[in-house]
């Protein structure tokens, strides 16, 4: 190709990027999302094991950056002529990951009404609760380049997870010997707020797995 033929072939280059949009990535704003979630439910973590208002607020904090991070991926989801992973599929996700951070907001906002402070059995829910998340974040990360590792990464948060009913148990257990019933009654109702945010992380990591598979 000639200098001439070169200049030309550079010049309609540029004019084809100027006509097309910019294909976003809804992939890295996924993550993006997912990486605030992460950082509320660290917070969360430090909270139930006795972090206070700090943590509660860095929660709160982050479910704000949240609510943020989402209406960009939507916005790049409505904009984008096609995705690399399906639009539906995308925004499943990204809801139900915003869901798991809402519910980790709503066991703080429990035990702030209920003047409950949190203990031992919380304390490791809350970790379990933050690896499951981390994990599935690093799945979405996968999603584009290596889909079989994303599954693994679903698989291995919804183990985490599953420990969180085991450590459940055992705190209602203890309950039971509890002879102050409003104490009781408060732990109750916070320990179950852990219990629903394992469920919305097994949501999550259920709807990544279904992504991998309509894409194999």
């Known amino acids: 190709m000639s200098a001439k033929q070169t200049k ?24 993006a999302q997912g990486e605030v979630s992460v950082t509320g439910l660290d917070a969360f973590a430090s909270w139930s094991q006795g972090g206070g208002e700090t943590a509660a607020a860095a929660v709160r904090s982050a479910q704000h950056d949240a609510y943020a991070a989402r209406r960009e991926l939507l916005s790049a989801l409505q904009a984008a002529l096609s995705t690399p992973v399906e639009q539906e599929d995308l925004y499943v996700l990204s809801e139900r990951i915003d869901r798991v951070l809402g519910e980790a907001r709503n066991a703080v906002r429990e035990g702030e009404i209920l003047e409950w402070k949190p203990n031992a059995h919380t304390a490791r829910m809350g970790e379990r609760l933050a690896e499951g998340t981390r994990t599935l974040v690093a ?12 599954g693994k990464h679903a698989d291995a948060a919804s183990v985490a997870v599953r420990h969180v ?12 010997a509890v002879k102050e019933l409003r104490s009781a009654l408060a732990a109750q109702d916070v320990y179950r707020r852990y219990l629903h945010v394992a469920d919305a992380i ?13 894409g194999a």
């Open 8 to 31: 030309a072939a550079a010049a309609r280059s540029r004019w084809w990027r100027m006509l097309l949009p910019a294909v976003p990535d809804v992939i890295g704003l996924l993550v």
């Open 165 to 176: 009913e085991r450590h459940y148990r055992e705190a209602m257990v203890e309950l039971l």
């Open 139 to 150: 799945g979405f990360a996968l999603l584009r380049s290596d889909p079989e590792q994303a």
């Open 202 to 214: 097994v949501a999550v990591a259920d709807r990544l797995w279904y992504v991998v598979l309509s």
